[in-house]
């Protein structure tokens, strides 16, 4: 056949596909000019192709395209079979080839061809009706023809060919046809193929995370990967992002601390806890890590809570190395410390935040006081030393105080409403703040010269702290002011432009270093500097106002140690605390004249007032009260002095609804606590039933006698010493010294110098710590009732019957919380009579971050309305930690400073929460923190006993605990009998 017939059959054929297929068939032919044997191969592929199916006509254009090239013949037929072998099953993968291999044509690649083409063969072979995919690795390799060179082509095709026998998916992975993998070293991925297939598809898979990191840390990254890729390597990737919270060479240190671990779960844990740790001391975290590495001794969970910053000994471990100072740990002398300069109980309490004071001067919440409570950073690190950073907390704590010994928090009321009255009150307040915070601290170098030294380290590492570029003329004066506050020099922090002005900003604060400077010299300076730096040396007098006024960009970073005061807050605060004193004291007032007026003080109770009692005073008061706190009179207008003295209690408590701790949480698993595990919230506002309190007192009036009769047994046993005695077993030193100097100067001596041992009075402090578990709403079955059965039929009249009954046998039926309660209830009044200290409690919450501890009644508050109707309102909750609230009981015993401590623990079943443990189904963790609460608080000297209505508790506490501290109520009847014989083997 010639050249035309076989031109002219070809081209009939294609032209059944396609007619301008077959059109653009003749043209290619006739200006290729084949000869015969080869036109007969090319016209051959071309009909073969056509046959592919619909739209096989852009296949057939494709390969006719690149005859059109200058591909040599033997070329383009090796081409077109190859087209051919490719299009069994669609026209797709044929035609994506013909566009790799025209691009290769294009791009002078055309060498690189045999690669394409034998792996394209490998995946049809593999994946023998994947089109698709066959497809899309045409298309990629005519995209990377065109973006890698020839080395990095060269790599990228040895790692198709190594992952064609993998899964589908992995292969899929390296197959982008954008920009994504643009970056990518293939020579690496050959690496990390040799080693791990699924690793390679898993970088590749990350590297648009991997690529966003600085080259520096790019390279340790890729290092790490080589070391991980046996391990979860995706979860190593995932963290990555998390990078770029940190300084590249705080987070390249981070990454040297990962290549120390050696795992890619402590990586993860380690990058993911990097918050926690001081990354600008690199020597001092290769120190922490290698202790951890070696004190652990490889246990897999203990070193992973190490890395975590979740273990006790790592806490304590990071907290020395770095001179760390906790809140937590020093609460006790912070109260003291306030009560003493206050003259009064102030509540000291940690920021609510995380984040911590650390080197580079980041706050978790600057120290704040609100003119009742003083709020103070969680933790402390700003210098290397630990007597520094508890330093910082003590001067902290005493600039705070300052507000209220140097006679701020007296006047404040008179600042707010001066500072209000500048046109740029803004201005004005931020500059009475700085120019009083100087006053006070250096009437704080007046009145306590011991604090000096600390005073200066303090003042001079605020300022190094301050690194802030200023750009404005006021930025800059406000900077001079702080620096003048902190005796520091400010030439270099401003233009020199600026120094005349300056130098006038720090006379005037001089003015306030005197040991008698107050709240007026304050008031006069604020005013002076205002002035100074509201005048605009380009503008006149008359055009002062339209200085514009303080933006908050040129406010004044607040400094470390003084933090920040509310102005507006304060005086609100005070005014509501100053009306609360004076409405508990016209209440009491009140009442005082009513017992009188009954004629036996003894019997008065202040459930005797009745509605009406309460008087002008009050509800004028109250009025002013409902004003401060802007809210509806009738929510606080009581009917009775009763409702009066509860609602100023719950008043009280709203002011903190709660207050947070941080709980250490034993882990048997790694044998060590985990550090800060649990938060606790102390809470005080709670739902009042005052009528359960009574209810139960009328309905167990007997058993509460019998009760009293029991604890009545208990004799005093408290040795109290007792002074001014002739003679006695000790002598009484101020007494004696008073003698020696009298006779000494010719006096007669007073000879009662002596101390007697009397037996006076108990010294006891028992806390009733109840489970409020959701299952204390678990009821009580009665012995005299019958039980209520599902009938089992399927009737409507048998089925409403059946729920009527059973809502009425629950309504009527009594809960283990009732019983807990009321077993407190009549403990409560038996202690009352007897004079011991106690305090009632409940626990609850759901998960460690929110462990509920409910403070019914303290130590020290009397059995009044509020407390019985907080204990009467005691309901069932959720899950039951005890671990948090146990050690929490034991803070406030240990607080009591009482000579016997005792805590009775009423529960109804084991330990248990959603999160008590890695695995939930599993008892022994919840079980093993309770046992090592329960043993910290006999090393602290607590007496402990546990009761429980569980009848399987046996199974359990004899784990917890000895023989001796536990018992299981057989009887829930006789819990309340139970609980006083318990009580008085504990305090008797």
Request: proline share 3%; hydrophobic share 40%.
């Given at each position: 056949?010639?050249?035309?017939?076989?031109?002219?059959?070809?081209?009939?054929?294609?032209?059944?596909?396609?007619?301008?297929?077959?059109?653009?068939?003749?043209?290619?032919?006739?200006?290729?000019?084949?000869?015969?044997?080869?036109?007969?191969?090319?016209?051959?592929?071309?009909?073969?192709?056509?046959?592919?199916?619909?739209?096989?006509?852009?296949?057939?254009?494709?390969?006719?395209?690149?005859?059109?090239?200058?591909?040599?013949?033997?070329?383009?037929?090796?081409?077109?079979?190859?087209?051919?072998?490719?299009?069994?099953?669609?026209?797709?993968?044929?035609?994506?080839?013909?566009?790799?291999?025209?691009?290769?044509?294009?791009?002078?690649?055309?060498?690189?061809l045999p690669s394409i083409e034998a792996n394209?063969?490998?995946?049809?072979?593999?994946?023998?009706?994947?089109?698709?995919?066959?497809?899309?690795?045409?298309?990629?390799?005519?995209?990377?023809?065109?973006?890698?060179?020839?080395?990095?082509?060269?790599?990228?095709?040895?790692?198709?060919?190594?992952?064609?026998?993998?899964?589908?998916?992995?292969?899929?992975?390296?197959?982008?046809?954008?920009?994504?993998?643009?970056?990518?070293?293939?020579?690496?991925?050959?690496?990390?193929?040799?080693?791990?297939?699924?690793?390679?598809?898993?970088?590749?898979?990350?590297?648009?995370?991997?690529?966003?990191?600085?080259?520096?840390?790019?390279?340790?990254?890729?290092?790490?990967?080589?070391?991980?890729?046996?391990?979860?390597?995706?979860?190593?990737?995932?963290?990555?992002?998390?990078?770029?919270?940190?300084?590249?060479?705080?987070?390249?240190?981070?990454?040297?601390?990962?290549?120390?671990?050696?795992?890619?779960?402590?990586?993860?844990?380690?990058?993911?806890?990097?918050?926690?740790?001081?990354?600008?001391?690199?020597?001092?975290?290769?120190?922490?890590?290698?202790?951890?590495?070696?004190?652990?001794?490889?246990?897999?969970?203990?070193?992973?809570?190490?890395?975590?910053?979740?273990?006790?000994?790592?806490?304590?471990?990071?907290?020395?190395?770095?001179?760390?100072?906790?809140?937590?740990?020093?609460?006790?002398?912070?109260?003291?410390?306030?009560?003493?300069?206050?003259?009064?109980?102030?509540?000291?309490?940690?920021?609510?935040?995380?984040?911590?004071?650390?080197?580079?001067?980041?706050?978790?919440?600057?120290?704040?006081?609100?003119?009742?409570?003083?709020?103070?950073?969680?933790?402390?690190?700003?210098?290397?030393?630990?007597?520094?950073?508890?330093?910082?907390?003590?001067?902290?704590?005493?600039?705070?105080?300052?507000?209220?010994?140097?006679?701020?928090?007296?006047?404040?009321?008179?600042?707010?409403?001066?500072?209000?009255?500048?046109?740029?009150?803004?201005?004005?307040?931020?500059?009475?703040?700085?120019?009083?915070?100087?006053?006070?601290?250096?009437?704080?170098?007046?009145?306590?010269?011991?604090?000096?030294?600390?005073?200066?380290?303090?003042?001079?590492?605020?300022?190094?702290?301050?690194?802030?570029?200023?750009?404005?003329?006021?930025?800059?004066?406000?900077?001079?002011?702080?620096?003048?506050?902190?005796?520091?020099?400010?030439?270099?922090?401003?233009?020199?432009?600026?120094?005349?002005?300056?130098?006038?900003?720090?006379?005037?604060?001089?003015?306030?270093?005197?040991?008698?400077?107050?709240?007026?010299?304050?008031?006069?300076?604020?005013?002076?500097?205002?002035?100074?730096?509201?005048?605009?040396?380009?503008?006149?007098?008359?055009?002062?106002?339209?200085?514009?006024?303080?933006?908050?960009?040129?406010?004044?970073?607040?400094?470390?140690?003084?933090?920040?005061?509310?102005?507006?807050?304060?005086?609100?605060?005070?005014?509501?605390?100053?009306?609360?004193?004076?409405?508990?004291?016209?209440?009491?007032?009140?009442?005082?004249?009513?017992?009188?007026?009954?004629?036996?003080?003894?019997?008065?109770?202040?459930?005797?007032?009745?509605?009406g009692d309460v008087d002008e005073g009050v509800?004028?008061?109250?009025?002013?009260?409902?004003?401060?706190?802007?809210?509806?009179?009738?929510?606080?207008?009581?009917?009775?002095?009763?409702?009066?003295?509860?609602?100023?209690?719950?008043?009280?408590?709203?002011?903190?609804?709660?207050?947070?701790?941080?709980?250490?949480?034993?882990?048997?698993?790694?044998?060590?606590?985990?550090?800060?595990?649990?938060?606790?919230?102390?809470?005080?506002?709670?739902?009042?039933?005052?009528?359960?309190?009574?209810?139960?007192?009328?309905?167990?009036?007997?058993?509460?006698?019998?009760?009293?009769?029991?604890?009545?047994?208990?004799?005093?046993?408290?040795?109290?010493?007792?002074?001014?005695?002739?003679?006695?077993?000790?002598?009484?030193?101020?007494?004696?010294?008073?003698?020696?100097?009298?006779?000494?100067?010719?006096?007669?001596?007073?000879?009662?110098?002596?101390?007697?041992?009397?037996?006076?009075?108990?010294?006891?402090?028992?806390?009733?710590?109840?489970?409020?578990?959701?299952?204390?709403?678990?009821?009580?079955?009665?012995?005299?009732?019958?039980?209520?059965?599902?009938?089992?039929?399927?009737?409507?009249?048998?089925?409403?019957?059946?729920?009527?009954?059973?809502?009425?046998?629950?309504?009527?039926?009594?809960?283990?919380?009732?019983?807990?309660?009321?077993?407190?209830?009549?403990?409560?009044?038996?202690?009352?009579?007897?004079?011991?200290?106690?305090?009632?409690?409940?626990?609850?919450?759901?998960?460690?971050?929110?462990?509920?501890?409910?403070?019914?009644?303290?130590?020290?508050?009397?059995?009044?309305?509020?407390?019985?109707?907080?204990?009467?309102?005691?309901?069932?909750?959720?899950?039951?930690?005890?671990?948090?609230?146990?050690?929490?009981?034991?803070?406030?015993?240990?607080?009591?400073?009482?000579?016997i401590k005792a805590m009775i623990i009423i529960?109804?079943?084991?330990?248990?929460?959603?999160?008590?443990?890695?695995?939930?189904?599993?008892?022994?963790?919840?079980?093993?923190?309770?046992?090592?609460?329960?043993?910290?608080?006999?090393?602290?000297?607590?007496?402990?006993?546990?009761?429980?209505?569980?009848?399987?508790?046996?199974?359990?506490?004899?784990?917890?605990?000895?023989?001796?501290?536990?018992?299981?109520?057989?009887?829930?009847?006789?819990?309340?009998?139970?609980?006083?014989?318990?009580?008085?083997?504990?305090?008797?």
């Amino acid at each position: 056949m010639d050249s035309v017939s076989i031109i002219d059959q070809t081209a009939e054929e294609l032209g059944r596909g396609n007619r301008a297929t077959a059109d653009y068939y003749r043209r290619v032919c006739l200006n290729r000019n084949f000869e015969t044997g080869d036109l007969e191969n090319f016209a051959r592929a071309c009909a073969d192709l056509i046959g592919t199916g619909w739209k096989s006509h852009e296949a057939v254009d494709s390969y006719l395209s690149i005859a059109e090239s200058e591909l040599g013949t033997d070329r383009l037929l090796h081409v077109g079979e190859i087209g051919r072998q490719l299009c069994g099953y669609s026209y797709e993968p044929s035609k994506a080839y013909f566009h790799a291999v025209g691009v290769a044509a294009s791009c002078g690649k055309a060498d690189e061809l045999p690669s394409i083409e034998a792996n394209g063969l490998r995946i049809q072979a593999k994946y023998s009706h994947a089109a698709g995919l066959l497809g899309d690795f045409f298309l990629t390799a005519g995209y990377q023809l065109q973006h890698l060179d020839t080395e990095a082509l060269h790599a990228w095709f040895e790692t198709v060919g190594k992952c064609v026998d993998a899964t589908r998916e992995l292969l899929t992975s390296l197959l982008p046809r954008d920009d994504t993998l643009a970056g990518i070293n293939w020579h690496f991925v050959v690496q990390i193929v040799d080693l791990s297939v699924a690793a390679a598809a898993t970088y590749v898979a990350g590297y648009p995370v991997i690529e966003k990191l600085p080259d520096r840390l790019r390279r340790q990254v890729d290092e790490l990967v080589l070391r991980f890729v046996e391990g979860h390597l995706a979860s190593f990737i995932d963290v990555l992002p998390a990078l770029a919270d940190h300084k590249v060479d705080e987070a390249s240190v981070l990454l040297e601390l990962v290549d120390q671990t050696g795992d890619v779960s402590l990586a993860v844990a380690l990058i993911q806890n990097a918050h926690r740790l001081p990354l600008n001391r690199p020597g001092l975290l290769r120190q922490w890590l290698s202790i951890g590495l070696t004190e652990t001794r490889g246990k897999n969970d203990a070193v992973l809570a190490w890395v975590s910053v979740e273990s006790s000994m790592s806490v304590e471990t990071l907290e020395k190395l770095e001179g760390e100072v906790r809140f937590e740990n020093h609460r006790r002398t912070f109260d003291l410390i306030a009560e003493a300069i206050a003259g009064q109980r102030m509540l000291v309490t940690a920021s609510d935040t995380e984040a911590e004071y650390g080197q580079a001067g980041a706050a978790s919440g600057l120290s704040a006081f609100d003119g009742r409570n003083i709020t103070l950073p969680a933790a402390v690190s700003i210098f290397d030393r630990e007597d520094d950073n508890f330093g910082f907390y003590k001067l902290s704590l005493f600039h705070q105080l300052g507000y209220v010994r140097f006679g701020c928090f007296d006047e404040i009321a008179r600042v707010n409403s001066t500072l209000a009255e500048y046109d740029d009150s803004r201005l004005a307040e931020k500059l009475f703040l700085v120019v009083e915070d100087a006053r006070i601290d250096w009437r704080l170098e007046y009145s306590y010269p011991g604090i000096g030294r600390q005073l200066y380290r303090q003042k001079t590492k605020a300022w190094s702290m301050r690194v802030r570029e200023l750009f404005t003329r006021r930025a800059q004066l406000l900077e001079v002011i702080v620096a003048a506050s902190l005796d520091a020099r400010y030439e270099s922090r401003i233009e020199s432009v600026l120094w005349p002005e300056a130098a006038l900003l720090w006379m005037q604060l001089q003015q306030l270093k005197s040991p008698k400077a107050d709240i007026e010299d304050t008031l006069a300076v604020t005013h002076a500097c205002y002035e100074l730096i509201r005048r605009d040396a380009s503008q006149s007098s008359l055009h002062r106002r339209k200085v514009p006024l303080l933006s908050l960009g040129e406010l004044p970073e607040p400094v470390t140690y003084r933090g920040e005061l509310d102005v507006a807050a304060a005086e609100s605060t005070l005014k509501i605390e100053a009306l609360i004193d004076e409405l508990q004291e016209e209440v009491s007032s009140d009442a005082e004249s009513l017992m009188l007026a009954t004629g036996n003080p003894d019997q008065f109770d202040i459930e005797d007032l009745k509605k009406g009692d309460v008087d002008e005073g009050v509800s004028i008061t109250l009025e002013e009260l409902a004003h401060e706190l802007d809210v509806d009179l009738s929510d606080l207008q009581p009917a009775s002095k009763e409702e009066a003295l509860a609602l100023l209690g719950g008043i009280a408590a709203g002011v903190r609804d709660s207050t947070r701790y941080f709980y250490d949480e034993w882990d048997h698993s790694i044998g060590d606590y985990r550090a800060r595990w649990c938060t606790l919230f102390e809470h005080h506002d709670m739902e009042l039933d005052e009528d359960y309190y009574r209810r139960t007192l009328v309905d167990y009036e007997r058993l509460s006698h019998r009760i009293r009769h029991h604890l009545n047994k208990v004799r005093p046993e408290m040795l109290r010493k007792v002074r001014g005695f002739p003679e006695g077993e000790e002598l009484d030193l101020e007494r004696t010294v008073t003698w020696f100097v009298d006779r000494k100067a010719g006096y007669t001596p007073e000879e009662k110098i002596y101390i007697q041992r009397q037996r006076k009075e108990r010294d006891v402090s028992t806390l009733f710590l109840l489970d409020m578990s959701a299952s204390t709403d678990d009821i009580i079955p009665d012995p005299d009732k019958e039980p209520v059965i599902d009938p089992g039929i399927d009737d409507d009249e048998y089925l409403i019957e059946y729920f009527r009954l059973r809502k009425e046998y629950e309504d009527d039926a009594r809960r283990i919380i009732d019983l807990e309660k009321e077993a407190v209830i009549l403990m409560a009044e038996a202690l009352e009579k007897l004079g011991d200290a106690y305090s009632v409690c409940g626990f609850s919450g759901y998960g460690r971050e929110q462990v509920d501890y409910y403070l019914c009644k303290d130590f020290d508050d009397p059995l009044d309305a509020l407390a019985r109707g907080r204990i009467g309102g005691i309901k069932p909750c959720r899950s039951t930690r005890m671990g948090a609230p146990i050690r929490h009981g034991v803070r406030r015993l240990l607080e009591t400073e009482s000579r016997i401590k005792a805590m009775i623990i009423i529960s109804d079943g084991y330990p248990q929460d959603h999160d008590y443990g890695m695995d939930r189904n599993s008892r022994e963790y919840g079980l093993m923190d309770t046992m090592k609460a329960l043993s910290e608080a006999k090393q602290q000297g607590v007496l402990t006993h546990c009761l429980t209505v569980d009848p399987s508790g046996h199974d359990y506490l004899r784990d917890m605990c000895a023989d001796s501290q536990y018992m299981v109520i057989q009887d829930i009847e006789q819990l309340p009998e139970e609980l006083s014989r318990v009580y008085r083997s504990l305090t008797g």
